[in-house]
């Protein structure tokens, strides 16, 4: 999102992302229903009564989604297959990813295409080092949670056997689905469409909008370096999803579901007003005429910055 890397023409290689990542959500969510705690049983529940919203078909294809007339064993089952297969499909989604960056080229900070030999390097060493050591870090963190605090982003609730009888007092999915609850609860009644419905289509709208973005950001300029106004509403989005994520893990009153309301208004003014407008209104920085022309600017203006300090 700061660097544009979803502008034209990559759109396919930004939708094949996005994918991935949805398709991520899918497998994280069933694998989060197999442990069968309580937790895990009433998020299936919850989650899966939302395409029962869905008009004339929503009650048929939750029927379907279960197995029967309530989440159960066949459910589970379900989920299990699901969660061992989509990951495959995640390896096929890959490849069509990698295929797309080949065609259409990768993005880089500046926002600007490649003019020449000196506006590239070489994949190895420079990325394979560099990939190499944001995946140390990652596994460096991960196995930290693993080994010393395995129960540290766990749910309380979810040490106990799922009970379809006993309702868990507050229903909270994983982490990283929060701030889409956070705006599937925010939504009243509008009108003649129930809460329900209403919480849902803006749920799904939420995620959706990342498709069409390549068309609702009218900015000929790709990269947020050379968009002042456009950097400072980014940080607003990223400060906005924080807020959202922080409501969605608290009950559905009081301040919280004010923030959560008005959080979910932002969210959607951000992608369907600002950018168009701020595409069209906002002045920006002149674009140097290519990549290699950059780099010995900034290092440049660093090394003048400091001679005047010094002297």
Avoid: C
């Amino acid at each position: 999102l700061y660097f544009g890397s979803y502008k034209s023409p990559r759109e396919v290689v930004w939708w094949m992302g996005l994918i991935i990542l949805l398709l991520m959500m899918a497998t994280a969510f069933m694998g989060y229903v197999l442990p069968w705690g309580q937790m895990s049983f009433w998020a299936a529940t919850v989650i899966t009564n939302i395409f029962s919203a869905i008009p004339l078909v929503g009650e048929t294809i939750t029927t379907w989604l279960w197995g029967g007339f309530a989440v159960g064993n066949p459910t589970l089952n379900r989920f299990f297959s699901l969660h061992y297969l989509l990951p495959f499909v995640v390896v096929g989604v890959v490849f069509l990813h990698l295929w797309a960056l080949h065609r259409f080229g990768s993005n880089n900070p500046t926002g600007i295409d490649t003019k020449g030999p000196k506006d590239t390097v070489p994949f190895h060493p420079y990325y394979t080092i560099k990939d190499l050591f944001g995946l140390s870090v990652f596994l460096i963190v991960l196995l930290a949670f693993v080994f010393y605090a395995p129960n540290y982003l766990g749910h309380p609730d979810n040490y106990v056997k799922a009970n379809p009888l006993v309702t868990p007092a507050h229903i909270v999915p994983e982490w990283y689905f929060l701030p889409f609850y956070a705006i599937l609860r925010a939504v009243p009644d509008i009108w003649f469409v129930e809460a329900k419905l209403a919480g849902v289509i803006a749920m799904f709208t939420s995620i959706l909008i990342l498709f069409v973005l390549p068309w609702l950001d009218s900015s000929p300029i790709r990269s947020a370096r050379y968009r002042p106004w456009y950097k400072q509403i980014f940080w607003f989005l990223v400060i906005d999803v924080i807020v959202l994520g922080i409501s969605g893990a608290k009950p559905p009153e009081g301040v919280w579901l004010i923030l959560g309301r008005l959080a979910t208004v932002y969210y959607f003014i951000h992608f369907l007003i600002l950018m168009p407008l701020i595409g069209r209104l906002e002045p920006t920085k002149p674009l140097p005429g290519s990549i290699d022309e950059s780099v010995p600017q900034e290092s440049g203006t660093q090394t003048s910055e400091t001679t005047r300090k010094h002297s």
